[in-house]
């Protein structure tokens, strides 16, 4: 199993942790992301102005306080996924921008960043609740969901990738 790490942290394994959303690492991992999420939404290559343009469409520079947090997991030193915690009210909050690249998958690196990032929406913003969208064809991300307690609710934005919508109670 890999060890998640929080930047600058003496231990070996660490809960995922705050990083600034503009910070390089962060921006990397965005980046991923999207490209990620392009190439499996259309089933072709994509290319960096298309990415730069979704990145435009869909910019994550609120998830910083006091609007939300975006966290980073670090593996050995290298950042390798990421999830933003976004506030929608006083007591609801989003999962958002949830990524484990290819090479931390099935480490227990996704599980560690949501329930960091629940942790986050309950205790640093006082969340009773988080919210998140997802694709269909995100079959790993739903099971994830699932597996943590996330039950499928009513449509709550109106993004035009999204497919299904889950909560669920942090209180």
């Known amino acids: ?20 959303v503009a910070a390089p690492e962060s921006s990397a991992l965005l980046r991923r992301y999207y490209t990620e999420l392009v190439v499996r939404y259309y089933g072709r290559p994509t290319d960096d102005a298309e ?3 979704v990145l435009a469409q869909e910019p994550s520079d609120d998830l910083t306080r006091p609007t939300g947090e975006f966290l980073v997991a670090w593996v050995e030193g290298v950042p390798v996924g990421c999830v ?7 007591d609801t909050a989003e999962l958002t921008r949830m990524y484990v690249g290819p090479e931390a998958r099935r480490t227990g690196v996704a599980t560690a ?59």
């Open 51 to 53: 990415v730069d343009a």
């Open 113 to 171: 960043l949501v329930a960091a990032a629940e942790s986050v929406a309950r205790d640093g913003f006082g969340a009773a609740r988080i919210r998140l969208d997802t694709r269909k064809d995100l079959v790993e991300a739903r099971a994830l969901y699932a597996a943590r307690g996330y039950r499928e609710i009513a449509a709550y934005n109106e993004s035009p990738y999204a497919d299904h919508w889950f909560e669920k109670e942090l209180r």
């Open 84 to 90: 933003g915690v976004r506030v929608l009210s006083a």
């Open 1 to 20: 199993m890999c060890a998640v790490t929080a930047k600058n942290s003496p231990g070996p394994s660490r809960t995922p942790a705050p990083h600034p």
